[in-house]
Antibody, heavy 123, light 110 residues
């Protein structure tokens, strides 16, 4: 069974930093691109960042570009999101998600399996 | 303001059919695969339909999708009370170089 478990969320002051982690199991992480998607309280879904299987291809939403960094360690079956210069509008539930395309060269295909999320509050 | 436009809510009776629309542009729906997600309150989104009307394992064929030009539609037949949820469309936007989602549609099964 594919399983994604996020951690690292919490309460942080504006301008602070947090590092989110996502532990993947039930599949070979290095076969798939991965995503971070967030959802502010009572709001819709917002894609944050994507990364190809080998980290050669990375993309960010304009709202986080220059402040957030996505990375992965396939050997540790883990995905990360380093968040710096946090703002109140970054407050959200952050989901780690696996792409559907085997091979993982691109994150433009389909966001497939989602974790349960970790909450980030900037206040 | 979402890049993709969905109706805020739809409703129908149990056993009936409902459709949810998603309108975009050539840079997103018009030239990329569309995915549809179901989100029950308090839960993570779940992929329902993707690509050219493909369903992940375990998703019943009551859920189907279509696309025409820059619009996409999710159809749900044989509505059940358990289908009450928020539904989102999503796709890659080749101009924004970002995934974009609709604002979500709340389905009520009366």
């Amino acid at each position: 069974e594919v399983r994604l478990v996020e951690s690292g969320g919490g309460l942080v002051q504006p301008g602070g930093s947090l590092r989110l982690s996502c532990a993947a199991s039930g599949f070979s992480l290095d076969d798939y691109a991965m995503h971070w998607v967030r959802q502010a309280p009572g709001q819709g879904l917002e894609w944050v960042a994507g990364i190809s299987w080998n980290s050669d291809n990375i993309g960010y939403a304009d709202s986080v570009k220059g402040r957030f960094t996505i990375s992965r360690n396939n050997g540790k079956n883990s995905l990360y999101l380093q968040m710096n210069s946090l703002r109140p509008e970054d407050t959200a539930l952050y989901y780690c998600a696996k792409d559907a395309l085997l091979g993982g060269a691109t994150f433009t295909y389909t966001i497939h399996v989602w974790g349960q999320g970790t909450t980030v509050t900037v206040s | 303001q979402s890049v993709l436009t969905q109706p805020p809510s739809v409703s129908a009776a149990p056993g009936q059919k409902v459709t949810i629309s998603c309108s975009g542009s050539t840079s997103n729906i018009g030239n990329n695969y569309v995915s549809w997600y179901q989100q029950v309150p308090g839960k993570a989104p779940k992929l329902l339909v993707y690509d050219h009307n493909k369903r992940p394992s375990g998703i019943p064929d009551r859920f189907s999708a279509s696309k025409s030009g820059t619009s996409a539609t999710l159809g749900i037949t044989g509505l059940q009370t358990g289908d009450e949820a928020d539904y989102y469309c999503g796709t890659w936007d080749s101009n924004l170089l970002s995934w974009v989602f609709g604002g979500g549609t709340k389905l009520t099964v009366l």
